[in-house]
């Protein structure tokens, strides 16, 4: 009996030092994956998918790697098996409802329609799990706010969903609001809801961008920069908001309006010890190439796009919605 009881007491220990280490690989790699260090995330993450180990999570964190890479069918498989394996998840629902988004921007009319019904489905699953998660109901929120009501989304769901965010998280709910009012060509509305965003969220840097985004797409580009540049000064202040530098520089890019400020801000973000997957590293170098080659710095671009590759060389950038 005493050999017995020391054979147990030595398993138990050995499951307990395994666990454990398992839990420091998935430490390890989410903050691989919130630097942007895509390939050092995998090769922590595969051999203890292998292994059997912490499996939900760990599917869960490989999907937001391939996700971040743009690579969508390898997203989707992983994000399946962490919501197989922890079905009562909410966040797993949301991770495989994002994936799903992305890869129904790459399908076919017939597939798009499809995969819009399931990822609606997993959102609406997150906030049945727990109805008080901001990401969640922003999530579903956004959705019902830009899909038809052929598959499932619709405005009157989506007043319905900010209803239930103005009781657990302000700035979206502003901000859902916002593009509500937006999809119905009610401009003076959105805009004022997105500068309620910036006056009530605690991350004010965030919403700064938002705003600007929002006068990019009415082509309001002197109130477009200001809010950049407002948005630049807040993340500064706020390190919790650095990725504002790379929303706010995307931005700019995307209206191809102050190159320069761009260039500058996502030369600040790629430095900052404060990155995460929402502006991968890799893609903030891959889009400062891209604004260095437009200014004609040719080596600079080169650096950069060298930069991106060694973090991620994987990156598909026609796989990535933003």
């Excluded at 405005?155 to 916002?178: M, N, S, T």
Aim: proline share 3%.
């Amino acid at each position: 009996m005493k050999v017995l009881g020391a054979m147990l007491l030595a398993g138990a220990m050995s499951a307990a030092a395994g666990a454990q280490a398992a839990a420091s690989v998935l430490v390890q790699a989410n903050a691989l994956l919130q630097s942007g260090e895509a390939d050092k995330a995998i090769a922590l993450l595969d051999p203890l998918l292998v292994e059997g180990g912490d499996g939900a999570e760990a599917h869960n964190l490989k999907c937001r790697v391939r996700l971040s890479e743009g690579s969508v069918d390898a997203a989707v498989s992983e994000c399946e098996k962490a919501v197989s394996l922890e079905p009562d998840n909410a966040m797993m629902h949301v991770w495989l409802g994002r994936a799903l988004g992305d890869k129904a921007d790459q399908a076919s009319f017939l597939s798009a329609y499809s995969l819009a019904k399931r990822l609606r489905g997993e959102f609406e699953e997150a906030v049945k799990l727990d109805p008080r998660n901001g990401e969640a109901l922003a999530s579903l929120g956004e959705f019902d706010c830009s899909a038809p009501g052929v598959v499932g989304g619709g405005l009157d769901k989506a007043e319905a969903v900010a209803g239930q965010l103005d009781k657990v998280d302000p700035p979206r709910a502003h901000e859902l609001h916002a593009q509500i009012a937006e999809q119905r060509k009610d401009y003076a509305t959105a805009e004022q809801e997105l500068k309620q965003a910036i006056a009530v969220g605690p991350h004010a840097a965030y919403q700064w961008m938002a705003l600007a985004s929002f006068y990019r797409r009415r082509q309001r580009w002197n109130e477009m920069i200001a809010a950049v540049r407002s948005g630049e000064s807040a993340a500064r202040r706020d390190k919790r908001a650095a990725v504002a530098l790379y929303n706010g520089a995307s931005t700019l890019v995307r209206a191809n309006k102050e190159l320069p400020l761009a260039a500058r801000m996502l030369e600040e973000y790629v430095a900052s010890p404060n990155k995460t997957e929402e502006g991968p590293a890799f893609v903030a170098y891959a889009r400062l190439a891209r604004v260095n080659q437009q200014l004609g710095d040719k080596a600079a671009a080169d650096r950069d796009l060298a930069a991106a590759s060694a973090l991620a060389h994987d990156y598909n950038p026609q796989g990535r919605k933003h």
